[in-house]
């Protein structure tokens, strides 16, 4: 509890996997929707690296179009979702987890900011199992 009895409101990391799983209402969709509404409600905070929106961005203009991509982006800025800058110390991190996991550096990028806020990262990405099986990271497992 903090000072004044208040709980302490917990943290996860979401990934880019994440995010585009709900955009594309695949199963895990739900759960990403009960994420954002525990957010709102301040029940939860939801982080994201700059980087994996960017990487939110391209899949969404790949997938749908440019103009998609930028009302994706706007929409993300509005969700209760702190998007975390990729300061120096960020991307040092992400780049010592690329060289020593076969992970995508955007990847290296979620994981190196849920370690970096004790947060589990929200995923159903194959590539982040190995991670957590070597204690790397924790996850919030959401695919079937």
Do not use: C
Request: charged letters at 25%; a neutral charge.
């Amino acid at each position: 509890m903090k000072p004044g009895g208040a709980a302490e409101v917990r943290v996860k990391a979401l990934d880019s996997w994440a995010v585009m799983a709900w955009l594309r209402d695949e199963p895990a969709a739900q759960r990403i929707d009960d994420l954002w509404s525990d957010a709102a409600a301040g029940k939860l905070r939801l982080i994201i690296s700059a980087i994996n929106v960017g990487e939110i961005f391209y899949l969404a203009a790949r997938w749908r179009s440019r103009a998609d991509a930028e009302l994706i982006l706007r929409q993300l800025h509005e969700m209760p979702l702190d998007i975390r800058p990729a300061v120096n110390a960020l991307v040092w991190e992400a780049a010592r987890l690329k060289a020593q996991h076969r992970i995508s550096f955007a990847d290296a990028f979620a994981v190196a900011t849920a370690v970096r806020e004790g947060a589990p990262l929200v995923t159903g990405d194959p590539e982040m199992k190995g991670l957590a099986d070597k204690g790397v990271v924790t996850l919030d497992w959401i695919r079937n």
